[in-house]
C-alpha cells in the first residue's frame, strides 16, 4: 500500500509560516544539495493532496516558474518535479478546475477525507505527497493519514505563527542530513 509523505518547510521553533502566512523567513542561500533532495522528493512521489486555497496560489506559481526564462536551473528544476504530480485538490465544495493533472476531492467531513484517501492509497503507484498548505497537513496530521514526516528545518525562530502539529505526536527517527545553508532535513514516521 502507498504511504503519505508529509514535506513541510518549518522554523527551528516548528512554525511553517508566521502568523499572517509569512514566508519571508525561508533560507535564500543557494544550496544545490538541499535543491537535488528537494527534487529528488517530488520525483519519488506520484500524486499530491494540497487544499484548495493552497492549490489556487502554489500551482499557478510553480507553473510560472517552469514557464519563466530568468528563473535558475535550480528552480526550474523543482518546478518541473512539482508540476509532474498528479494533485488530488481537496475542497469541501464542487470548484472548477483550470489546471492539467489535477482532481478535484470533495469532502465535506473527516469521514469523507479518510474513506478518499483510503481508497487513492490502495491504487498503484509511488507514495502520495502532501507538498504545502498548512491547514491540509494540519488536518491530515489530526486524523494520523500521515504515514512519514520530512521536515526541512530553517536556522531562524519566529517566535510565533501557525504550526504543523496542534496536539501531541511522538515520532521515531528515521535519518536525518545538514545541508551547507545550515538546514537540515529530518524523517520521523509516527511510533
Not at 544545490?32 to 502554489?58: H, K, R, W
Amino acid at each position: 500500500m502507498r504511504k503519505i509523505l508529509l514535506n513541510m518547510t518549518t522554523t527551528l521553533d516548528g512554525f511553517f509560516c508566521g502568523v499572517n502566512g509569512e514566508l519571508d523567513w525561508m533560507s535564500q542561500t543557494p544550496d544545490q544539495e538541499l535543491n537535488d533532495d528537494t527534487v529528488a522528493f517530488f520525483q519519488g512521489v506520484d500524486d499530491g493532496f494540497i487544499g484548495y486555497p493552497t492549490a489556487s496560489g502554489m500551482i499557478p506559481y510553480w507553473l510560472g516558474v517552469a514557464q519563466n526564462p530568468s528563473a535558475s536551473k535550480e528552480e526550474r528544476a523543482i518546478a518541473r518535479a512539482v508540476n509532474s504530480l498528479h494533485v488530488f485538490i481537496l475542497s469541501n465544495r464542487e470548484e472548477k478546475l483550470a489546471w492539467e493533472n489535477t482532481e478535484l476531492l470533495v469532502v465535506k467531513s473527516d469521514d469523507d477525507l479518510v474513506e478518499a484517501v483510503k481508497k487513492i492509497k490502495q491504487q498503484p503507484g509511488r507514495d502520495l505527497g502532501i507538498p504545502g498548505g498548512i491547514r491540509t497537513a494540519q488536518t491530515f496530521v489530526r486524523l494520523g493519514l500521515i504515514d512519514e514526516y520530512v521536515f526541512v528545518v530553517h536556522p531562524v525562530a519566529i517566535g510565533k505563527g501557525q504550526r504543523v502539529f496542534t496536539s501531541r505526536v511522538n515520532l521515531e527517527l528515521v535519518s536525518g542530513k545538514t545541508y551547507p545553508s545550515g538546514v537540515m532535513r529530518v524523517h520521523y514516521r509516527p511510533r
